[in-house]
C-alpha cells in the first residue's frame, strides 16, 4: 500500500515529528530518506527490502558506490545524500574537538574514532595528535590498507608528529571485520611507536581498535 493511502498518524513522516526520529524503526527512517519507491515497490517496501539485501542499515551507508548503485530503486543521487548526510552528522561529532576543547575522556576518543573511522570497509590507521593540553592540534589518517591490514612506518609517524609540533598522540586503527579485539600485531606496532616517540619526547596516550560498534583501549587493557 502507498504510504499516501496510510492513515496519517501511521506514516513514517508524520510519527517523526510527533513522536520523535528514536521511536521510528530503522525502514521507517530509510523510507523517509527514500520518500518513493520503485514500480511495483511502494516505498516501505523498497526499504524493507533494501535492509535486508545489504544486512541493515549500516551494510546500506557503507556500500560502495558501485553496490549502492546497482540496486534497483536507488542511483547516484541518492548515494551523494547518502554521502553528505553521514560527513553532516561526522561534522556535528567532531565539533567540540575543532573548537579546541580537550579530550578529557575515552569516551570523548571513542566517540571522535567511531564517527571518523567506523565506516571504513578497508582499514585505515590514524592518528590524533595533542598539544600538551591534550587539545586536538590534528586527526590524520596516515595509512590505508586492504580488508587485511595496513603497513605501518613509525619513521614517517615520528616525522608527522614532529611537523605537528605534537606533545602527545593518540593512535587508532579500525578492523573491517567488526571484531574489536586487539591482535599481537596490533599490540607489538604500539610498543615500537611508543618507543620512537619517546626518543623525541613525544607520549604516546593510547591506541584504540575500532570495531562495529565497539572501541578496545590497549592503554585501559594494560598493553602498552
Not at 60 to 81: I, N, P
Not at 145 to 153: E, H, L, R
Not at 198 to 224: F, K, N, P, T, Y
Request: one cysteine or more; glycine letters at 8%; charged letters at 25%.
Amino acid at each position: 500500500m502507498p504510504l499516501s493511502d496510510w492513515p496519517t498518524d501511521e506514516r513514517p513522516r508524520e510519527r517523526l515529528l510527533s513522536h520523535g526520529a528514536q521511536t521510528l524503526s530503522d525502514a521507517e527512517l530509510l523510507a523517509i530518506f527514500l520518500r518513493t519507491g520503485t514500480t511495483g515497490m511502494p516505498v516501505m517496501a523498497l526499504a524493507r527490502h533494501l535492509i535486508e539485501e545489504f544486512s541493515g542499515l549500516r551494510g546500506l551507508l557503507t556500500a560502495s558506490r558501485r553496490q549502492f548503485c546497482e540496486v534497483r530503486g536507488l542511483g547516484t543521487a541518492k548515494y551523494a545524500q547518502v554521502q553528505a548526510a553521514m560527513e553532516m552528522a561526522r561534522r556535528v561529532m567532531d565539533e567540540p574537538l575543532r573548537q579546541g576543547d580537550p579530550l578529557r575522556s575515552p569516551e570523548d576518543t571513542r566517540r571522535f574514532l567511531t564517527s571518523r573511522l567506523g565506516t571504513y570497509p578497508h582499514e585505515v590507521f590514524a592518528g590524533l595528535f595533542l598539544d600538551n593540553r591534550h587539545r586536538v592540534i590534528q586527526y590524520r589518517e596516515l595509512f590505508r590498507g586492504t580488508i587485511d591490514g595496513a603497513a605501518v612506518y613509525p619513521r614517517e609517524v615520528v616525522r608527522q608528529a614532529l611537523e605537528d609540533n605534537a606533545a602527545a598522540v593518540i593512535f587508532a586503527h579500525n578492523h573491517p571485520s567488526g571484531v574489536a579485539e586487539p591482535s599481537q600485531a596490533d599490540i607489538s606496532l604500539t610498543r615500537r611507536l611508543k618507543e620512537a616517540l619517546g626518543l623525541v619526547d613525544i607520549r604516546v596516550l593510547d591506541h584504540m581498535v575500532v570495531g562495529h560498534g565497539e572501541v578496545i583501549s590497549l592503554a585501559e587493557r594494560g598493553l602498552m
